[in-house]
């Protein structure tokens, strides 16, 4: 089965990426336009066997932008290339599979067309997100505490206050309550503070 979950990647999964401008090293494909680098990383499962390989589709964006609004690391330089939008493919495509897996039963014709659909959808709605402010708006309409701290910088930076405010009233009700919530609260203190807040 590893030898069939190679060659779908050669033959199926690489000539429809490379057709999106997706370049491959690895089980990882990325395109690099303008601030923003998109990647599509295929994660095999831990415990695959002979006869069965399980895998997960991994979406990722990495923006120049946000990653200077960033704390540094302790070498004092930024985590280079780290993703700012990432999620498994079902949470982009809903018709898509939360890990897809191949045995000798798996109809692979079938199994080939329904990836590939899965992966068109999934290139789509990634380069619909065309800018830093549109991963910062994904993870503000889900209310996420991921990137919380570079939303923030952002918005403050870019003057937009009610932004603000509405984020952090939405990000306090859901996680308000949480014993974490009091960590989350000094950090965006920090940040409001560094503005004149």
Request: glycine residues 4%; neutral net charge; aromatic residues 12%.
């Amino acid at each position: 089965m590893q030898e069939l979950f190679k060659e779908m990647i050669k033959n199926e999964v690489k000539p429809l990426l490379v057709r999106h401008g997706y370049t491959k090293k690895g089980l990882n494909f990325r395109k690099v336009d303008g601030n923003l680098v998109y990647t599509f990383n295929f994660q095999k499962a831990k415990y695959n066997t002979v006869s069965l390989v399980r895998f997960y589709i991994n979406g990722m964006i990495h923006s120049t932008e946000l990653a200077e609004l960033q704390i540094v690391t302790p070498s004092g330089g930024v985590v280079e290339e780290q993703a700012h939008f990432i999620c498994r493919i079902d949470k982009i495509v809903p018709a898509a599979s939360d890990r897809y897996s191949l045995t000798p039963d798996t109809d692979l014709v079938t199994f080939s067309k329904e990836l590939l659909s899965h992966l068109e959808k999934a290139v789509e709605y990634m380069e619909n997100i065309t800018s830093a402010r549109d991963i910062v708006e994904y993870y503000m309409n889900i209310t996420a505490l991921h990137l919380s701290e570079e939303t923030f910088h952002y918005l403050l930076q870019n003057g937009d206050t009610t932004a603000v405010q509405k984020y952090l009233q939405q990000l306090h009700a859901k996680y308000g309550a949480q014993k974490r919530w009091a960590i989350f609260e000094k950090k965006y203190a920090a940040i409001f503070a560094s503005y004149g807040l």
